[in-house]
Antibody, heavy 121, light 110 residues
Framework: EVHLVESGGGLVQPGGSLRLSCAAS????????MTWVRQAPGKGLEWLAN????????NYVDSVKGRFTISRDNAKNSLSLQMDSLRADDTAVYYC??????????????WGQGTLVTVSS | QSVLTQPPSVSAAPGQKVTISCSGS????????VSWYQQLPGTAPKLLIS???KRPSGIPDRFSGSKSGTSATLGIIGLQTGDEADYYC???????????FGGGTKVTVL
């Protein structure tokens, strides 16, 4: 069974940094695209970034380019999101998700439970 | 303002049918597969439909998806109270080089 567990969320001041992690199990992590999606309170889903199997291809939404960095450690079955220069509008629940299968880049088949990031002074 | 356009809400009585539209453009829906996600209150999203019209294992056949041109539709028949949720369409956008979602549609069972 696919299992994704996010961690690292919390309260951070504007301008600060935070690193989110996603621990994966139940599938061959190194063969799947991985993705971060967030959801601001009471709002819809916003795709943030994805990364291919070996980390050589990364894509970002414009609103986080230059501030957020997606990475993965296939040896540890772990996905990360380094978030710098955080702003109040980055406040959201952050989800990690996998592709539906090894060939799926943008169909998000499995999701974690999410971790809440609050940016406030 | 979402790249994909969905109605904010739809409603129907138990047992009835609802459809949710998702409108895009040639850079997204017109040239890529559409997925649909269900988000029950307080939970993470769940994949409902992939590849325009395929149901992952465990998804009841009361849920269906279709696509025509630059629009997609999710259908739910035999509506149940447990179907009350937010539903999102999503696909890849070739111009943005990223995933785009609709704004979400809240389904209410009257």
């Amino acid at each position: 069974e696919v299992h994704l567990v996010e961690s690292g969320g919390g309260l951070v001041q504007p301008g600060g940094s935070l690193r989110l992690s996603c621990a994966a199990s139940g599938f061959t992590f190194s063969t799947y695209w991985m993705t971060w999606v967030r959801q601001a309170p009471g709002k819809g889903l916003e795709w943030l970034a994805n990364i291919n199997q070996d980390g050589s291809e990364k894509n970002y939404v414009d609103s986080v380019k230059g501030r957020f960095t997606i990475s993965r450690d296939n040896a540890k079955n772990s996905l990360s999101l380094q978030m710098d220069s955080l702003r109040a509008d980055d406040t959201a629940v952050y989800y990690c998700a996998t592709g539906l299968g090894v060939t799926y880049r943008y169909t998000l088949g499995y999701w974690g439970q999410g971790t809440l990031v609050t940016v406030s002074s | 303002q979402s790249v994909l356009t969905q109605p904010p809400s739809v409603s129907a009585a138990p047992g009835q049918k609802v459809t949710i539209s998702c409108s895009g453009s040639s850079s997204n829906i017109g040239n890529n597969y559409v997925s649909w996600y269900q988000q029950l209150p307080g939970t993470a999203p769940k994949l409902l439909i992939s590849d325009n019209n395929k149901r992952p294992s465990g998804i009841p056949d009361r849920f269906s998806g279709s696509k025509s041109g630059t629009s997609a539709t999710l259908g739910i028949i035999g509506l149940q109270t447990g179907d009350e949720a937010d539903y999102y369409c999503g696909t890849w956008d070739n111009s943005l080089s990223g995933v785009v979602f609709g704004g979400g549609t809240k389904v209410t069972v009257l």
